[in-house]
């Protein structure tokens, strides 16, 4: 009895949902920032592309609240952030090949709670909060971009997880989140726009995830983020109605559970 005792006690500890999730991930991304409504060639605002960087992140999650079985699974906050490695940006339309090297720094937190529609479904609202830093330095030449303020988005965040496992090693994952933009930093301020309102942005994932030991998975994953405000009036440099900064990107990462 006791050594069936000592085998029951792994499955049982095995049908708990884990405690905590740590993520190292590596994405390669594409970045394209512009404005909207510009009339004529304008030399005070530039689009720009980001055509290739990459970018090393950090996902940890606790759940302090879990069950075994039901519906409620967990409940918990995760935190995220990652950052640039080696970017360049180009102006639009530059065809002298001038580059101006550039970081961004993105982070996220949240409060999510974990629902077991089935034994091999996860829906998982969650909610939080969003940030996007993205700063450009001097050529190497020494020359200043114009035209491309600095841009710090800043958004509250409502969305959709989706966990689906198809067996015991492979499962498809799927996010879906709503971002409300309260401000983009020096770009939403004097001297630039001073009166700007929130247009649609989101940050949408899609992979599939390889269980390669009980607590290890390997993911890999495409996703695309935008952040976008609409300008409303106020003073501002140019007549232009908006702004926009999309990143696309794919990523690889390993996680772990316990």
């Not at 600095?150 to 015991?168: M, P, S, Y």
């Not at 501002?236 to 772990?256: E, H, K, N």
Request: net charge neutral.
């Amino acid at each position: 009895m006791v050594a069936a005792a000592e085998a029951a006690a792994p499955a049982a500890e095995e049908a708990w949902p884990p405690l905590v999730e740590v993520q190292v991930t590596v994405g390669v991304l594409h970045r394209q920032y512009g404005y909207t409504g510009e009339q004529g060639s304008n030399p005070v605002l530039r689009n720009a592309i980001v055509p290739v960087a990459a970018q090393p992140g950090l996902y940890v999650a606790v759940y302090p609240l879990r069950a075994p079985d039901g519906l409620f699974s967990g409940l918990g906050i995760e935190a995220a952030v990652a950052t640039s490695v080696g970017m360049q940006l180009q102006r639009e339309n530059d065809t002298s090949g001038k580059t101006f090297p550039a970081v961004s720094f993105g982070a996220g937190a949240g409060l999510r709670l974990n629902l077991r529609l089935s034994k091999a479904v996860t829906l998982s609202p969650v909610i939080g909060w969003q940030a996007y830093n993205f700063d450009v330095h001097r050529a190497a030449d020494g020359t200043v971009l114009t035209g491309q303020p600095a841009v710090h988005w800043r958004a509250f965040a409502a969305g959709l997880k989706l966990d689906v496992a198809f067996n015991a090693w492979c499962s498809l994952f799927a996010e879906l989140t709503y971002l409300y933009v309260y401000s983009a930093g020096p770009l939403t301020s004097a001297p630039y726009f001073t009166e700007s309102s929130a247009a649609p942005s989101f940050d949408t994932t899609l992979g599939l995830a390889f269980r390669v030991a009980p607590r290890l998975q390997l993911r890999v994953g495409f996703a695309l983020t935008r952040y976008a405000v609409d300008f409303s009036g106020g003073t501002g440099p140019a007549p232009v109605t908006g702004a926009s900064d999309q990143i696309l990107g794919g990523t690889l990462a390993v996680r772990y559970n316990f």
